[in-house]
């Protein structure tokens, strides 16, 4: 009898833990991709603008670089939210971080310290982001 009532224990209690709610949060995938989605917004622009600051700053990290983390950061922010003012205030901001971008390498051309290559790969990625941005308008909907 004892034996029967120490394995009517033991099941009891590996069935307990399945009977009351647990504190850890539901696994519910839209909830965790719009989590790591603003997670992968916020790591894009920190990693840009320490890069931007270096830049500044005369430690210098390639242009390029500069130009791929502000794409990272368009994708993270277009991913983010599919409205059409959205896209078009993630490709704003991309332009306009190219248009600082250039500006600032043709200022240090003029003092002689950038590179034609850098000047003219700057033009590049305004231009760029320019059509981009002039496209995702053109999108618009509605009068």
Avoid at 31 to 44: C, D, F, P
Wanted: net charge positive.
């Amino acid at each position: 009898m004892n034996a029967c009532r120490t394995l009517f224990a033991v099941l009891l209690l590996g069935f307990a833990p399945a009977a009351f709610p647990r504190d850890e949060p539901v696994n519910d995938p839209a909830k965790t991709l719009a989590k790591l989605s603003k997670e992968r917004v916020e790591a894009a622009h920190k990693t840009f603008q320490v890069m931007w600051e270096n830049y500044r700053e005369g430690r210098r990290v390639s242009d390029d670089t500069l130009y791929r983390w502000s794409l990272r950061w368009l994708e993270a922010e277009r991913q983010l939210s599919k409205q059409q003012p959205d896209q078009v205030a993630a490709y704003k901001g991309h332009r306009d971080r190219m248009a600082e971008l250039e500006r600032l390498i043709r200022k240090v051309r003029r003092v002689g310290q950038g590179t034609v290559d850098e000047l003219s790969a700057a033009e590049f990625y305004k231009s760029e982001a320019e059509i981009w941005l002039l496209q995702a308008e053109g999108e618009k909907k509605g009068p």
